[in-house]
């Protein structure tokens, strides 16, 4: 063969070869890296952005600002444990047993978790070529078969349930915290199954959360990813790092609250130093609302009623701050949206289909946050207080079939016969009845829920078994 002639076919080798190099490296770049930095119990007040007067949170401002500030975001559940399932699945704990009316959320002796048969947005991601990190507290089972590395998560960081559970001191939990006591918590730190420190210094642990999430950006950032930072913090018992001890207006909860903020702007600088900035969208909220009991250590709803434990807005309506620079309009968002939205919503970006063998809770919001439509697919939000609903949102008006205050202040629920109704529009701290005015509204949202009931199928609780049982 001659010379040439070898020469060109090397050529037209190496331009096909750099050519589908490309194509695939568009192809991915399309595909944006998804962010979720979950907060626990923290408040719909507690932000600067969000309107707290003492509490400064100039990083998580900036994103609303360059960003979008959803003012009517809501999770699945007044509790930890449903409620992270319901993120994580895009279903209502109802639908896969993730809730209880004895056992609200799974404790170090439980011998549940979420069941291996459910679909997270990990596992979904990971169908789709996604490298997968999580970070933090976790929460749906401790037991290997239930953690982060069973459920489409490549890798681990963090404790597997609440930094206040495994209690070992009786000394009042202010006093722990204002004394920096974790010893006072056999909190185990997990690394995917292995346990790498007990009892978990927690004064240190949003830092170490924080330094994870930057690394795993850093080890991700040729492909999609994404990225689940679940921060144990600001659920009680409060702790916060050296560098912010005491430098807050607001006290302790000041201090924790941030150095959560100074965590949010270490990951957008990780992004943008990796220049995969504008093709991450980024969300920020919380679990549920504040626990209230606990006063100065447990945040605000803001001008929101009640808090963590209630299916009063303080306890489901969450601060959400997202952030995809260049893709999403900047603003204040009153349209409906939820944390069950986001499995839908990051498959459909990411290329894929959801699978049709389950139902799913969750909306598509893709068109919607790329502006293609000025409404939210979401027009409905269901209150589950464990197994029972309590209360159904459609637009602007609220109604309450049953309401029990607080974590544990109210020990039984008041059922409301007639049914209370709001409009959160005109009144989002639920203060005024309108109930004996509008029937037919009544009337129409007690349908609604009376065709959500039929849609359900009983199934077995996972949060009430005990090991050893």
């Avoid at 919607?368 to 008006?397: C, I, M, W």
């Avoid at 059922?415 to 037919?440: F, K, M, R, S, T």
Wanted: net charge negative; aromatic share 10%.
């Amino acid at each position: 063969m001659p010379k040439a002639d070898v020469m060109i076919r090397i050529s037209v080798s190496a331009l096909l070869a750099v050519f589908f190099c490309h194509t695939l490296t568009a192809g991915a770049a399309e595909r944006p890296n998804f962010v979720v930095i979950f907060c626990d119990d923290l408040g719909y007040g507690d932000l600067s952005c969000f309107g707290h007067p003492s509490i400064k949170t100039p990083h998580l401002d900036a994103m609303a600002a360059e960003g979008q500030k959803w003012t009517n975001f809501y999770v699945a559940a007044c509790v930890c444990t449903p409620s992270r399932a319901g993120l994580l699945t895009g279903r209502l704990p109802i639908r896969n047993g993730m809730c209880s009316d004895t056992r609200r959320v799974l404790f170090p002796d439980s011998s549940g978790g979420l069941p291996t048969s459910e679909i997270t947005i990990a596992s979904a991601l990971k169908k789709e070529g996604y490298r997968t990190a999580a970070v933090g507290k976790w929460h749906l089972g401790h037991l290997p078969e239930f953690l982060p590395t069973s459920h489409g998560f490549e890798s681990y960081l963090g404790i597997p349930y609440s930094n206040d559970m495994d209690k070992l001191d009786k000394i009042d939990q202010f006093l722990l915290a204002e004394q920096e006591k974790f010893t006072s918590y056999n909190v185990p730190l997990l690394r995917n199954k292995e346990v790498i420190e007990r009892p978990t210094d927690q004064r240190t642990i949003t830092k170490r959360y924080t330094e994870e999430a930057v690394k795993k950006i850093g080890e991700f950032k040729e492909e999609p990813f994404f990225i689940y930072l679940a921060h144990s913090l600001p659920h009680i018992p409060l702790f916060r790092s050296a560098e912010f001890k005491d430098t807050s207006a607001n006290g302790i909860y000041g201090d924790v609250i941030e150095e959560i903020d100074w965590s949010v702007g270490q990951v957008r600088k990780a992004l943008k130093e990796t220049g995969v900035l504008e093709n991450t969208l980024v969300v920020f909220t919380s679990d549920n609302g504040p626990w209230e009991r606990f006063k100065t250590h447990g945040g605000s709803a803001g001008m929101l009623r009640d808090g963590k434990g209630s299916t009063w807005e303080g306890g489901m309506r969450e601060p959400t701050v997202v952030s995809w620079p260049g893709t999403l309009k900047p603003g204040t968002v009153t349209e409906i949206g939820a944390t069950l939205d986001l499995l839908p919503t990051f498959v459909s970006l990411a290329g894929g289909n959801l699978p049709e063998d389950r139902i799913y809770d969750g909306h598509d919001l893709s068109d919607f946050l790329k502006g293609k439509t000025d409404k939210s697919p979401r027009e409905a939000v269901f209150y589950y207080h464990g197994e029972q609903l309590f209360a159904v949102r459609k637009g602007n008006y609220k109604v309450h079939f049953k309401t029990k205050t607080s974590y544990v202040k109210q020990k039984q629920a008041e059922v409301h016969d007639p049914a209370l109704l709001y409009h959160l529009g005109h009144d989002p701290g639920e203060e005024w009845n309108i109930a004996p005015e509008n029937p037919e509204i009544i009337e129409e949202l007690t349908a609604l829920a009376d065709e959500h009931r039929k849609g359900i199928k009983p199934v077995k609780s996972h949060l009430t078994g005990r090991i050893g049982e």
